[in-house]
């Protein structure tokens, strides 16, 4: 069974450090997502990301953020200069269509120093 | 905007309980309604969603949830509780307008004891 898969499964940083997360979405979906989830919190909603572009962003998703599908199998998530407060688990999201089930992969948790 | 309230942010039943989990949304327009388990140290799985058919809807591991549009509601339940059933449970709305995204609720945990 296909299934979305993120990359690394931790990543440690420093503080102002550039990060880059990666995600390999099942390959027939379109519709793609990033959220996180801070160690004990809820899972917060960052972008959304339909036909090479940024459809939805929460008001986490700041300038600090970026999202790009490079190749047609890579997602990846840039976080140009790491704070403490962005430490977290970070899920990678992948669906058919628009509001249909989305496929989570096993997050990549981050750990800014 | 929309939001998802979980009602009780544990909850403890005995093996073979009545699993009941609350979950309310607010929506401007016709939702599409989730719940997600996530066991510890995992990514998010489906276990059922609401996409405007029927208002019963049935999952995996014996879970099923109801939508009440009167009630803004689409609680979570199963007859009877299994200790492999102790996870945390997302309830999550995802609307269309315009653009899209999807909000998750706090979450419940669920602990259940032999």
């Known amino acids: 069974e296909p299934e979305v898969t993120q990359t690394p499964s931790h990543q440690v940083t420093q503080m102002g450090q550039e990060v880059i997360l990666r995600c390999v979405p099942i390959s027939n979906h379109l519709y793609f997502y990033w959220y996180r989830q801070i160690l004990g919190q809820k899972v917060e909603f960052l972008v959304s990301?339909?036909?090479?572009?940024?459809?939805?962003k929460s008001e986490i998703f700041d300038d600090q953020f970026s999202v790009e599908r490079p190749d047609g199998s890579n997602f990846t998530l840039k976080i140009r200069s790491t704070k403490l407060e962005d430490s977290a688990m970070y899920f990678c999201?992948?669906?058919?269509?628009?509001?249909?089930?989305?496929?989570f992969g096993p997050g990549t948790r981050l750990t800014v120093l | 905007a929309q939001s998802v309230t979980q009602l009780g942010s544990h909850v403890s039943v005995s093996e073979g309980a009545l699993v009941l989990l609350r979950c309310n949304y607010s929506?401007?327009?016709?939702?599409?309604l989730f719940w997600y388990v996530q066991y510890p140290n995992q990514g998010l799985q489906l276990l059922l969603k609401y996409t405007s058919a029927a208002t019963l809807v049935k999952g995996i591991n014996g879970f099923e949830a109801e939508f009440k549009k009167s009630e803004t509601s689409f609680h979570l339940t199963k007859p009877s509780a299994h200790m492999s059933d102790a996870a945390e449970y997302f309830c999550?709305?995802?609307?269309?307008?315009?653009?899209?995204?999807?909000?998750f609720g706090a979450g419940t945990r669920l602990f259940v004891k032999a």
């Open positions: 999550a709305v995802t609307e269309n307008t315009g653009g899209f995204k999807t909000i």
């Open positions: 929506s401007s327009v016709p939702p599409y």
């Open positions: 999201a992948s669906g058919r269509e628009a509001q249909d089930t989305q496929y």
């Open positions: 990301f339909y036909n090479n572009e940024i459809s939805e």
